[in-house]
């Protein structure tokens, strides 16, 4: 899949468009910040596909980044279900064979529905668009999805895909962030057609882990991820052996009560199972499956060894025979 970037100059008042973004025959183009890029968006983006393969155009989508909440101010601590990268990843399983990346910034946040439709969906050649039920786009977010063919005088066809529910509930982000605080990382799983994911690398702690018998890899978030309730999960593994091998494992999330008394961010230490070596400075992959339990306070650190051997054997049991 081919990535483009783009961005808007107010000074020259202009997109910035790459030549090689413009696609002969033209794009079919699922638009949206597609974050957690779940059910819902995937049927969005799955439209965009099956258009282009039907009328001979390139699947195309387009993403912004960073969030619109970030740069307007609506959201001071925004978090990502899916980092831009990963999101990407996920485009190219689904069909998409070119994905524009606009730089959502302070002077993009000015431009017009009208101007955002003719001279950027205009010239990148799209013929047909395909976006949720809660589309908006443009200045203050007027435009919608009857302006965006309007604004392209009938030159995109426009199709809206409508919500998609899941046990009577509508599948959203906003949904699965309810579900991953608290602690219900199964059903955030379904919604998101896979397991949550955090990505990260492994730095020195206080290798306290390691003394009571149990080490741990702390991991350092590679973005601004939504972490799940505080608490212990059974987790699977990736990157851990020296080809990158998968292992399965128990996951602290939270700030330590029992022998950090002095709180702080809450920290991700995890212990892999029937696994030994050096993981510091490697790029893990970590997929939340089952919670065990809520972040404690013991009254002993024998209590806590006790515990931890605990949830150890509990995720052998819960992940034994998954794939």
């Known amino acids: ?8 100059s107010q000074d020259e008042q202009s997109f910035r468009i790459p030549p090689e973004a413009v696609k002969p025959g033209g794009i079919a183009l699922a638009i949206g910040f597609f974050d957690g890029v779940h059910l819902g968006h995937a049927e969005v ?3 965009a596909v099956s258009l282009a393969r039907e009328r001979g155009y390139t699947p195309a989508v387009m993403t912004f980044d960073p969030h619109p909440r970030v740069v307007l101010g609506h959201d001071q601590y925004h978090t990502v279900l899916t980092p831009l990268p990963d999101k990407l990843d996920r485009f190219a399983e689904l069909g998409i064979e070119a994905a524009f990346v606009v730089s959502f910034d302070a002077e993009f946040s000015q431009v017009t529905a009208e101007r955002f439709v003719q001279e950027l969906l205009g010239p990148l050649g799209a013929k047909a668009a395909v976006v949720g039920f809660d589309f908006k786009f443009g200045h203050r977010g007027r435009g919608n999805p009857e302006l ?3 604004a392209s005088g009938g030159a995109i066809d426009v199709q809206v895909v409508e919500p998609v529910f899941l046990g009577g509930a509508k599948v959203s982000s906003t949904r699965i962030r309810e579900l991953l605080a608290e602690g219900r990382c199964d059903l955030a799983a379904e919604l998101l057609d896979r ?3 955090i990505k990260g690398t ?3 702690g206080k290798a306290l882990g390691r003394q009571l018998g149990f080490p741990t890899a702390n991991l350092e978030p590679e973005a601004p991820y939504c972490i799940p309730r505080h608490g212990v999960y059974a987790v699977r593994v990736n990157g851990a052996g020296a080809g990158g091998e ?6 602290n999330v939270g700030v330590r009560p029992t022998v ?3 709180g702080g961010e809450p920290k991700l230490e995890a212990h892999l199972l029937d696994f030994s070596g050096d993981l510091y400075g490697k790029a893990l992959s970590v997929r939340f499956l089952h919670f065990l339990r809520p972040e404690m306070k013991f009254g002993s650190l024998d209590e806590l060894i006790a515990q931890i051997g605990r949830d ?3 995720a052998r049991e819960l992940l034994a025979g998954e794939s």
């Open 1 to 8: 899949m081919e990535r483009f970037e783009i961005s808007y």
């Open 202 to 204: 492994v730095i020195h």
């Open 148 to 150: 965006l063919r309007s």
């Open 195 to 197: 397991p949550y994911e």
């Open 260 to 262: 950090d008394a002095a």
């Open 312 to 314: 150890a054997a509990r």
């Open 45 to 47: 983006v799955r439209k």
């Open 246 to 251: 998968e292992a399965d494992g128990v996951i």
